[in-house]
């Protein structure tokens, strides 16, 4: 399953790089990537993990990168 | 700028006043710390909290950490004014960096523009502005004039102008009406129209163009891998360094343990990678930007940056190179007028409606007269017999003037030559050919002058007809009387030929061409207006059917490529050359600091030359 949430109050570059290389490292994301000049992140989960508990992580990760930025996916605020 | 800018903005105002009558005041001793205190906390307590925040989150080595260890360090060995400089001018360099990073997201924003927010219903004789997710295919939608078109269909009543230049970059408008298709994304100028939705919002071509370019970063360029890995590493080993420089050198040569410490805080306070690793992306975004706001859709920075390498380019002739329309080119009559060998030819084709038969009644212009026909017979392979006004006409092949024993005359001109005969009579003959695209041999001129190494033709059509296009248009290799699977074999056998760093582009209209799009290096579709699996075949797709395009398409892959180079070697050279100078004790603070936002600001400025590419 793949997708695009937006990051809002994203303000390093460098961190979005470190949030890249540690959403890519939990289990069942297969591929993330941020693009910090959008603002979008596109994540890709395996299926046969529950969506919400990987979110749920991704979320936590960026927060422990980047204290303001916050996940927002269809209007669904995370971490 | 926005909010939050404006207020960094004013804190770093304040702050600079502050720290200049700091400088300006004699005082000493706590007096003089505090002085410079209030400026260091009005213009950096943001980064000291997040800082120690950071920290307990067990983040370290993120460059707030970097900035405040440089800076309180500085505080520890007495620098008082170097340590108030580094922070005003990291805080000005940040500052700088989001003004423009946001103001280039706006621009590529504003380029982005096409999504359609509502479609009009009619229900009741009210117009009702309805989600366009929500309108099925068979809906009939209204587009009133200014308004975006906000789903593919076809035009059922009125007729407009329509303005496609936000997905072709083409300015002059489209005209419409009923009968015709239309493209989501585009603006109706001035007519009201009402269209017949044939495909969802999300088929619609302005979804697909628009996931099209938000997902193209998902796809690096390799300067951006190169800088992921760079950053990796470059931050450590800065940190490493400058604890080793603090720390040894005073233990072999028992000199001031404070001159070394400051030279370790100059490798602090330049061991953020930031200006690469925004201006890099930055870079790739502004190519991609500049590129679709001339319709042509790169599908990742990667194959933008591959295109600057191309080496060979390979053509598909039909809908490529050439229009593929045929028209009548010339009419060569024996005994009779133009005019009558050209009626006779059409009119016996009138009840046929292959191609060939379609381009000899639009040469004709006039209404067919069929009652004139009692009677038709089409010979497979060769053509048509027909009796018109009593008179037996074949109309077709050279081999069909064999076969009925007309002594026919061969022609020069190329194309294919429909023969005419009348009652066994020879009467002349009509060329039909596939007319060349107006930019076709602009488009060859340029890619030799962009040093392409190789231009090539592939084509299904016979020898003749090839051999003549290539020849027209100076494209240096023609192979014809291909079947689609010997067009894959044709790629291949080229892709063996070039070096290994030149890459082999292959360009079609994305029609049954998918294979070849897929083996070659990098495949362009042509003409994605009207063709959605267009879009999903190729790397990079143009939305109109130009030619030309290709060749602007590589210039902005190198200069892209070529800005990005710059700022590699522009940003990494100024460090490296501060990180010596400053382990050389030769360089101080407040010159580690300007270089290091000095290069920042430079390597974002540079990188927003890519999405102002003009020509």
Known sequence: ?79 | MDKKQKYTMIRLIAGAVLFISAYLIPAAGWLRLLMFLVPYAVMGGDILYNAVRNVFKGQLLDENFLMSAATVGAFYIGEYPEAVAVMLFYQIGELFQSYAVGKSRRSIADLMDIRPDYANIEKDGKLIKTDPEQILIGDVIVVKPGEKIPLDGTVQEGAASIDTSALTGESLPRKVSSGDEVISGCVNMNGLIKVVVNRTFGESTVTKILDLVENSAANKAKPEYFITKFSRWYTPAAVAGALLLAVIPPLLFRGSPGEWIRRALIFLVISCPCALVISIPLTFFGGIGSASKRGILVKGANYLEALSDSEIVVFDKTGTLTKGVFYVTAVHPEKISEAMLLELAATAESYSDHPISVSLAAAYKKDIDRTRVSETEEIPGHGIRAVIDGKTVHVGSSRLMDIIGSKWNPCSHQGSIVHVAVDGEYAGHIVISDEIKDDSAQTIKELKKLRILKTVMLTGDRKAVGKDVAKTLDIDENYCELLPQDKVKHIEMLMAKKSGKGKLVFVGDGINDAPVLARADIGIAMGALGSGSAIEAADIVLMDDKPSKIPVAIKISRRTKKIAVQNIVLALGVKFIALLLGALGIANLWEAVFADVGVSVLAVLNSTRALKQTE
């Open chain 1, 1 to 79: 399953m793949k997708k695009t949430f937006e990051l809002e109050n994203l303000h390093c570059a460098n961190c979005a790089l470190n949030m890249e290389n540690a959403i890519r490292k939990i289990d069942g994301v297969q591929n993330a990537s941020i693009n910090f000049i959008t603002r979008r992140m596109t994540v890709k989960i395996t299926d046969a993990v529950s969506f919400e508990a990987v979110i749920k992580k991704v979320a936590a990760a960026i927060k422990r990168i980047d204290g303001c930025a916050v996940l927002e996916l269809e209007g669904v605020y995370y971490g």
